[in-house]
């Protein structure tokens, strides 16, 4: 059977796929990349592109599975739950400050978070836009009938908005921790065991661990919140080596 230019250009365009779908799954895991199953990788990959799924996350989630079986990853991985809770919580908390910046000025929300003007300064109007954006998209309209112009823009909270602000901080607190995992078991390197003492999630923590040699080292992590430029909060957790 002849193999056509065409099918020459897809099966170059799908090895190339496949190899920075490798790539990225190694970059993430380091050292522990060097034991990655070739078999199973392509098996991962193979089931992404019949499902259509979108590589960059799904390589991101395997090299999630392949750090929490590590010693450094299972020491971390179960804080996992209380980190999604505490996002979930920090998002209550903006929805509560939004809440009660409306009912100051009577839920004219117009009044706390109108559409900023292109005439201001670059890093003014961000903000504004941010602010703008966030109250929006946790209101609605309180006014089943037209608002005449130069009416106040009354609005009230809207459950869908809300509900739907505090699942992705909770998704994306889920996929930042799983990076964090990722990212320390890279930065630590090969260890043959990996204890936690403390709650990185409310406090901070120490990771103990012992290198192959027989070297002890200690790590600090503690919890930081940082917000996006639409005002969701998210979690960072900054570790260090202890001297």
């Known amino acids: 059977m002849t193999i056509t230019k065409a099918q020459i250009e897809r099966d170059r365009i799908e090895a190339n796929k496949r190899a920075a779908f490798a790539k990225r799954v190694a970059g993430l895991l380091g050292h522990v990349s060097e034991r990655l199953n070739a078999a199973d990788l392509n098996v991962v990959f193979d089931a992404a592109v019949e499902n259509n799924k979108d590589l960059g996350p799904v390589a991101d989630a395997y090299a999630a599975a392949i750090a929490a079986l590590e010693p450094v990853g299972r020491a971390l991985h179960p804080q996992k739950a209380a980190a999604v809770q505490y996002a979930r919580e920090d998002a209550q908390r903006v929805i509560d400050r939004v809440y009660k910046e409306l009912k100051d000025a009577g839920f004219d929300i117009d009044v706390v978070a109108p559409y900023p003007s292109s005439r201001e300064g670059q890093s003014s109007y961000k903000q504004k836009r941010a602010k703008y954006g966030l109250f ?3 209101t609605k309209s309180a006014s089943e009938g037209y608002r005449r112009h130069g009416e106040p823009n009354i609005v009230k909270l809207s459950d869908d908005g809300c509900s ?66 639409l005002g969701t909060p998210y979690l960072q957790w900054p570790t260090r080596l202890l001297k």
Request: net charge neutral.
């Open 164 to 229: 739907r602000f505090i699942e992705n901080s909770a998704r994306d607190a889920a996929l930042q921790y799983d990076a964090f995992i990722c990212k320390l078991v890279s930065k630590v390197g090969e260890v043959v065991d990996a204890s936690i003492v403390g709650d990185h999630i409310w406090s901070y923590s120490l990771l103990n661990v012992t290198l192959a040699d027989g070297t002890k080292q200690t790590w600090k992590t503690q919890q930081i919140r940082n917000y996006s430029v």
């Open 136 to 138: 929006h998209s946790l």
